[in-house]
C-alpha cells in the first residue's frame, strides 16, 4: 500500500516564478492538507482540501493556492516566488477523523 | 499558536524508556492530543493519538492524566533509530462538526537516543 507520495522531491526557482507541487494521498483517503516547514520550524498549515472545495486554511497570502482532482489527488500553487518562501513542502492525507499521514515533502529552494 | 509546551531536549539510554512529556492546559473537551516525530528533513510520521482513555500500539503507549491537561508518550525500549524531534498537537476542533481539523505544531522535543 504506496503512502503519501510528492513530487518532485527537490527544485529551485527563481523569484518571481511560480512553482507547483504535487500530492497523491494515501489509498483509500479523502482529505489533503498542505504544510510548510521553514528550516528549524515546524510545518505550518497553509490548507485543507476535501471533496474538491478548500474547506480551511491558515494564515497564508493568496499567492498560496491549491486544487483536488476528483482521484483525490492535490496540487500547491505559489505564485511571484519570494525568498522566504523557501521551505519544505508537506502534504498530509487523512481519511473522516483518522490521523492525518505526511509525505517525505518537496524541498523548495527561492535563489 | 501551539497548544502545547514540551521541553526543547531530552537524553535517553539506549534499551531504557523513554518518557516524553507534554503540557496542553487549554485543551478542549473534544480535542484529541496526537504525536508525531520527525526524522531530520523526513515527513511527521505519525505515532498515536487519544481523547482521554489511554492508548497503546506497536510504537508506543500515551498516557493522558486524567483531568486531561498533560500527557505522557512511551517508548518503551528506545533505539538509536528513535532519535527524532517529537511533536505533541492538539488537532483543533472543526466549524463543521467534524475533527478533521488541521495539525498546530510547535518546537517539539529533540530526544537523542545515546548508546
Known amino acids: 500500500d504506496a503512502g503519501v507520495t510528492q513530487s518532485p522531491t527537490h527544485l529551485i526557482k527563481t523569484r518571481g516564478q511560480q512553482v507547483t507541487l504535487r500530492c497523491s494521498p494515501k489509498?483509500?483517503?479523502?482529505?489533503v492538507s498542505w504544510y510548510q516547514q521553514a528550516l528549524g520550524q515546524g510545518p505550518q498549515f497553509i490548507f485543507q482540501?476535501?471533496?474538491?472545495?478548500?474547506?480551511q486554511r491558515g494564515n497564508f497570502p493568496d499567492r498560496f493556492s491549491g486544487h483536488q482532482f476528483p482521484n483525490y489527488s492535490s496540487e500547491l500553487n505559489v505564485n511571484a516566488l519570494l525568498l522566504g518562501d523557501s521551505a519544505l513542502y508537506l502534504c498530509?492525507?487523512?481519511?473522516?477523523?483518522?490521523?492525518?499521514?505526511f509525505g517525505s515533502g518537496t524541498r523548495l529552494t527561492v535563489v | 499558536d501551539a497548544k502545547t509546551t514540551q521541553p526543547p531536549s531530552m537524553d535517553c539510554a539506549e534499551g531504557r524508556a523513554a518518557n516524553l512529556p507534554c503540557n496542553h492546559s487549554?485543551?478542549?473537551?473534544?480535542?484529541?492530543v496526537y504525536w508525531y516525530r520527525q526524522i531530520h528533513s523526513q515527513g511527521p510520521q505519525y505515532i498515536i493519538h487519544?481523547?482521554?482513555n489511554n492508548e497503546t500500539n506497536e510504537m508506543a503507549s500515551l498516557i493522558i492524566t486524567e483531568d486531561r491537561k498533560s500527557s505522557t508518550l512511551i517508548l518503551p525500549h528506545a533505539t538509536l533509530r528513535d532519535t527524532a524531534v517529537y511533536y505533541c498537537?492538539?488537532?483543533?476542533?472543526?466549524?463543521?462538526?467534524?475533527?478533521?481539523?488541521?495539525?498546530?505544531f510547535g518546537k517539539g522535543t529533540k530526544l537523542s537516543v545515546k548508546p
Open positions: 498530509a492525507s487523512s481519511l473522516e477523523d483518522g490521523p492525518p499521514y
Open positions: 489509498s483509500g483517503h479523502d482529505t
Open positions: 482540501y476535501y471533496e474538491e472545495e478548500e474547506r
Open positions: 487549554t485543551i478542549s473537551g473534544n480535542e484529541y
Open positions: 487519544g481523547l482521554k
Open positions: 498537537i492538539v488537532r483543533v476542533s472543526t466549524n463543521y462538526g467534524g475533527s478533521q481539523g488541521n495539525l498546530i
